[in-house]
Each structure stands twice: as C-alpha cells, then as structure tokens.
C-alpha cells in the first residue's frame, strides 16, 4: 500500500522540478538572500522622513539648597543651525538615489552572475559536441593509418601524433563534461529543483545582431547605475560638507523655558525680628519663647533688643513670576565663517573630481569591450566563412578529385573545418562575457521585468 502512496508523490515532484531554462535562472535573482538584503536596504533608505525641528532637546533640573525647598524646573532645546535643514534634506535625498542605484547594482550582478554560468554552459556543450567529432575524426585517421601500415607511403610518425592526439581530445571531454557538471552544481545552488538543464543556444543573440546595435558604440549617460551611484556619492558628500558648515552658525545655542517651584513648609530664612514682631498681634508671635531666650525680654514693656531667627517664609509671588525664559546668544562677530565656505568649496570640487573620475573611468571601459566584442566579431565571421566554404559540397568534391580521393587529406579537411569551428565557438564565449560586462557596466542587467536581458538590451 505504502508503495501505491509513494509513487504518485515522486512523479508530482518531479514533474514540479522540471528543466532548468533560462527563465527560471534568471527569476532565480529575485530569491537570492542578497537580492533580497539590497531591496529591504534601499525600502528603508526609501521611507519617509521625519521632519526634525531641533537639535537637541533636554530637560534640567536644579535644586537650590539642600533645604529641598526650591527646585528649578527647565525644559531646554538647541535650535537647527542655519542651513542644517535644507542640508539634511539634501543628504536625505542623496542617500536616496544612491541607494537606489546601488540596489540597481546589486542586481546587475546578481543576474550577470546567472547569465555568465548559462552562456558558460552552453558554449561549453558546443565545445564538448565538437571534441566528440574531432575525436571521431581523428579515430578514422587511426583506422586508415592502420591499414596504410604495409604500403610504402605509410609514416609511422602520423600514426604516433594520430595516438596523442586522440590522448588530448579524450582528456578534453574529460574536462568538458567536469566543467558541464561544475556548472550545473552552481546553477542548482540558485535553482535547487530542477531536473536535467534546457538552456538552448537560441535564447542569445547573433553576432549580427551584436554587430548591428554595437556599430554606433554605447553612450554613457546618467541612467547607468553606476553613474547614478557616483552621482549619489558626490551629492551625499557635498551635503556633508553643508552640515558640518552649519554647525558653525549656531547663533543661538540654545533657549529654556523654566518653572520655579517652592514648597513653603520647607521655606525658612533668618530674619531679626524686633519685639513688636513676636508680642502681640505681631506676625512671628510663634517665635516669642525663641525671642526672649535669646533676648532675654520677658514682655513688650521695656523691650528694645533684636533677634536674629530662623523662621517660616512664604512664596508670595505671582504666578507668572514663577516661570522663567533662558536665552543663550552666540556672538559671530569675533570669529571667522571665511573657514567654513573655504571647507565647503574645497569639498565640493572634490565630490565633483571624484565623481568626473569614476564616469571617466566608465566611459574607458564601455568603449574598450564595445571595440573588443566588434574585433571579436570580425574574427568569429573569418573563422564561421572558412567553415560554411570547407563543408560545402562543391568545395568537398573538388578538393576530393584534386587529393586523389586520398582519405586522410579528407579527414584532415573535415578536422580543419571542425577546428575552426571550435575556434569560433570559443571566440563566442569571449564575445558574450565581454558582452555580459558591458550590459552590467550600461545597467541593462539592472533592468526589472524583463525576461531576456540580452536581446532585449538590442532593442
């Protein structure tokens, strides 16, 4: 029974994991734990920003006297400096777009990194399938060598180079189908269920059609990532450079609004208190025996001393004499803001030599792999010409009747057409990594919803 339940649950996944093909490698981008960093970094740097209406805000306290009978209550706050908020939204919004572009970056390479591998694997397949036919060529050459062995033109030399080399195309396959293998165990870490890989060759695009859309070269512009990146850097810096020169304007350093509270049942302060202060109806009578143990008087009559006493005091003043205002003024007219936009000019063609220097360096590397793809191309078309002229079949028969039907000079044509072939499918290779890097350096990688980067690029 347990094995009727089994057998359904393995065909559905394998019919889940399917081939590999180019769209499920190039989707593979979008779950990649970097993929994923970069987008969560540049959603944060992308949310609203708080408006920030000072500087530094604080709450003091002051007790005067351990009496504990007053406390001075003050809520203080440094004020922006002037031109600190128009300068943190600058920074704000190049930090922004830097980010931005960075995340752009990020998923250029994320995808270049996919698209290399699959043209690696491809391209090697050729390379493998050629191998095998020169491999077979070169076991027909052994097979006629053999039987040429007893005539008088045989050369036992041809039939030793026939051997090694059959040696290097067997280690050759050897280490096509390493590499094929290779590349597939690092397609599986992006795409970890699939069945078997489907990466066709058509998916690419020409050489003619390399050709036709690189004659005119590739402009560098604003929109390259990269550029955008050294753009965001330059503005991020010259916006640093106008915080740290507004915080030389802080002319006023801060203000304080403060509260002064006092508890009467601790108020108490030495008064001298005369007699008509303590008899009577005076208004310290409470402090009579206190009086006349210092004084010695036993009675208003007579009595002409003083006392100087410890006594109750109370908060008699108006309430909105209890709140205060704290200002505190810097004075700008003893020092220098020459220093500042010194510092902030200096800055500023720094941020922009940096900046001039990175598009420069850019605009050298675009040029150099669009002028290496179109030379590239060039030899890949003298290599594909001699190929489409040796298989030809008017081509093969003349050659046959010039050799004398002679079987090895065919086998020698047929190997050189192959060799041929396989220098033009490496020429390939080179052409689409250098192709692959500049589509990265354009930001046409970077490029969201689209499903073939590569001819899309041409478009």
């Known amino acids: 029974m347990k094995r009727f339940v089994a057998l359904p649950i393995m065909l559905s996944a394998a019919l889940y994991a399917g081939p590999l093909t180019w769209d499920r490698l190039v ?52 004020p922006k400096t002037f031109g600190e908020g128009s300068a943190d939204r600058e920074r704000y919004e190049a930090n922004k777009a830097y980010e931005r572009a960075r995340f752009g970056v990020e998923r250029s390479l994320l995808l270049y990194d996919r698209y290399e591998r699959g043209v690696r694997y491809v391209m090697r397949k050729k390379i493998n399938e050629i191998n095998k036919q020169l491999l077979q060529v070169n076991a027909d050459r052994i097979e006629v060598l053999h039987l040429k062995s007893g005539s008088a033109s045989f050369n036992p030399e041809d039939l030793m180079a026939a051997l090694e080399k059959g040696a290097t195309l067997k280690a050759d396959l050897l280490s096509d189908s390493t590499a094929l293998r290779d590349a597939e165990l690092k397609m599986k870490i992006w795409v970890p269920d699939f069945d078997g890989v489907d990466l066709d060759s058509s998916f690419l695009p020409t050489m003619d059609e390399l050709a036709q859309n690189l004659s005119n070269g590739v402009e560098v ?70 009086f006349e143990k210092k004084t010695g008087c036993t009675g208003l009559m007579g009595c002409t001393k003083t006392a100087n006493l410890l006594v109750a005091d109370k908060d008699n003043r108006k309430t909105a004499d209890k709140f205060f205002v704290n200002l505190a003024f810097r004075l700008p007219f003893f020092d220098s803001g020459k220093d500042g936009d010194l510092k902030l000019q200096v800055a500023k ?25 179109l030379a590239m191309i060039g030899q890949w078309k003298v290599q594909k010409d001699y190929v489409q002229q040796v298989n030809a079949s008017g081509f093969m028969e003349q ?61």
């Open 27 to 78: 989707q593979s981008a979008q779950t990649d734990p970097r993929f994923e960093a970069a987008q969560k970094r540049s959603e944060a740097t992308s949310s609203p920003r708080n408006t920030k209406l000072w500087d530094k805000m604080e709450l003091r306290y002051q007790l005067d006297g351990f009496s504990f009978a007053k406390h001075d209550f003050e809520l203080r706050m440094s």
């Open 349 to 373: 063609l720094d941020a922009e030599s940096d900046y001039l220097a990175d598009v420069r360096d850019i605009n050298q590397k675009v040029a150099r792999l669009t002028e290496e793809v």
């Open 221 to 290: 512009n604003e929109n390259f990532p990269l550029v955008a990146m050294a753009r965001g850097k330059r503005d991020a810096e010259v916006a640093q450079a106008k915080q740290d020169v507004s915080k030389g304007r802080d002319y006023i350093s801060h203000i304080g609004v403060g509260y002064s509270l006092q508890i009467e049942s601790r108020l108490e302060k030495y008064k001298d208190l005369e007699p008509s202060d303590v008899y009577g109806t005076g208004t310290y009578s409470d402090y009579r025996s206190d």
């Open 399 to 459: 050659f046959a009747i010039n050799a004398g039907s002679d079987p090895l000079l065919l086998l020698r044509a047929k190997e050189s057409s192959l060799e041929s072939d396989m220098k033009a499918v490496k020429l390939e290779y080179d052409i689409f990594v250098r192709y692959l890097e500049l589509l990265n350096y354009a930001g046409i990688l970077a490029r969201e919803g689209s499903a073939n980067h590569l001819r899309e690029a041409l478009k």
